[in-house]
């Protein structure tokens, strides 16, 4: 595209059209991440026996997301973003193929590493929101990036509600327990992967870079760099990241926790059914699909707030979801239906202000800094994670799904405290 000067509407044109190809990606990549997320934590639990290492399942995706996130951003600055995200489906299917392996194996260390695969590839996925918005009218910046978060619901909810006739599959050909769901994120994968590879021409970042400077909502050009507000951004979305993934890592080991005491006294807390009666691998599969809806349902409607309300106001009240989803986990987490309402909160709380906190880093980075920003944003937020999900297990372990949920309180205080930051 070099030397080719866009209209107006043809930028308003290729960015539709580029939307549409993410958003679709994302609904293949929610199918895929959302049986992971699911099934990670219950084979690492079944392999080494123990809840504590359990939490190295979801670690493992964040730390692979953590360690794939700036070669990849740096990957798009330089060959576009096209590359960069079927470079990431290529890693993920690698993984998916190598934890099928190791669950036949019965092999803890190879299941990790299979899973840090799969994590590298959802740094690609992550990259995906951050491409909406390379050409995108500032004014409505939060809402493109918003609409492909939200498309990733599709496929996050289906995912997880897949487990039953995942497992029921798996068994018919014989895979290794816990593994069936893993042929629906393998074919998801492959088409994810085929449509990037075709179908994201041109490369909506290589042709912003051929766009003259724009204007922000307030008129001031993009150009300006401003390093305290990304930062603060930075870790909003980070902080806000590792509250979410460390109490919805150990949620299925929780309730499978739950459903045992349920056998052992005969009753549980699930209406007036007995625990006993209760299918774990749905229970898990339906709180779980409730979460992610959480995570992506609304999320247009946080970008248009994002847009009109302010980011950093979004933020904040993202903030405020968290608060209340962590004080029905410490209060009601002994209950299926208070997990499940902690869950649905924490998504939500985490959707406001991941999509808001992205935006201010997209506008508060000049143009030259905003792809190695969004690199080391989305790298810092998996490795946090990845961290809060191994002491998650052990804060489960020792002292409940209460106490983890008062621990993730003190992460969310530090964003609001530091929120001042935001605004320079």
């Known amino acids: 595209m070099t030397g080719v000067v866009l209209s107006q509407a043809d930028r308003i044109r290729i960015q539709r059209r580029t939307v549409g190809i993410l958003s679709f990606g994302q609904v293949l990549g929610g199918v895929a991440f959302g049986a992971t ?3 990670g934590a219950l084979l690492a639990k079944d392999i080494s026996g123990s809840d504590a290492l359990s939490g190295l399942a979801t670690a493992s995706v964040t730390l ?22 079927t470079a990431g489906n290529l890693l993920a299917l690698v993984g998916i193929a190598i934890v ?12 990790l590493t299979g899973i840090v695969l799969i994590g590298m590839g959802n740094a690609g996925n992550l990259q995906s929101r951050f491409a909406a918005t390379d050409l995108a009218d500032p004014a409505h910046r939060g809402r493109d990036l918003s609409i492909v978060v939200w498309a990733t619901t599709i496929g996050g909810v289906a995912g997880p509600l897949l487990l039953g006739a995942g497992e029921q599959l798996g068994r018919a050909i014989g895979m290794p327990v816990h593994t069936g769901s893993y042929l629906f994120s393998l074919v998801a994968q492959i088409a994810a992967f085929t449509l990037y590879l075709v179908a994201l021409r041109p490369d909506p970042l290589l042709v912003s870079r051929e766009l003259p400077e724009t204007a922000s909502a307030d008129g001031v050009v993009e150009r300006v760099d401003r390093p305290l507000a990304a930062r603060y951004a930075i870790f909003a979305v980070a902080g806000s990241h590792v509250t979410m993934a460390s109490v919805m890592a150990m949620t299925p080991v929780h309730l499978v926790n739950m459903t045992m005491a349920g056998m052992d006294h005969g009753a549980g807390s699930l209406g007036s059914h007995p625990m006993a009666d209760v299918d774990v691998t749905v229970l898990v599969g339906v709180t779980i699909a409730l979460h992610v809806a959480g995570m992506y349902g609304l999320s247009p409607v946080f970008g248009i707030l994002a847009d009109r309300w302010g980011r950093l106001r979004t933020v904040l009240l993202g903030q405020a979801l968290l608060v209340v989803s962590l004080c029905f986990a410490m209060f009601a987490g002994e209950t299926a239906w208070g997990v499940m309402v902690a869950l649905i909160l924490l998504g939500l709380g985490w959707s406001a202000a991941t999509v ?5 880093l997209t506008e508060a980075s000049a143009p030259a800094l905003r792809t ?6 989305d790298s810092l937020m998996s490795l946090s994670a990845a961290g809060g999900a191994v002491l998650a297990g052990v804060i489960l372990q020792s002292f409940s799904y209460a106490g983890l949920a008062i621990a993730a309180l003190v992460v969310v205080v530090a964003i609001v405290v530091l929120s001042p930051f935001g605004r320079r």
């Open 372 to 377: 190695r920003r969004q690199g080391r944003s």
């Open 356 to 360: 808001a906190g992205a935006a201010l």
């Open 64 to 85: 692979g997301a953590a360690l794939a996130a700036i070669p990849l951003a740096r990957l798009a600055s330089t060959r576009g973003r096209r590359f960069a995200l």
């Open 100 to 111: 099928i392996s190791a669950a036949a194996v019965r092999s803890f260390p190879l299941l």
């Open 37 to 39: 997320v699911s099934l």
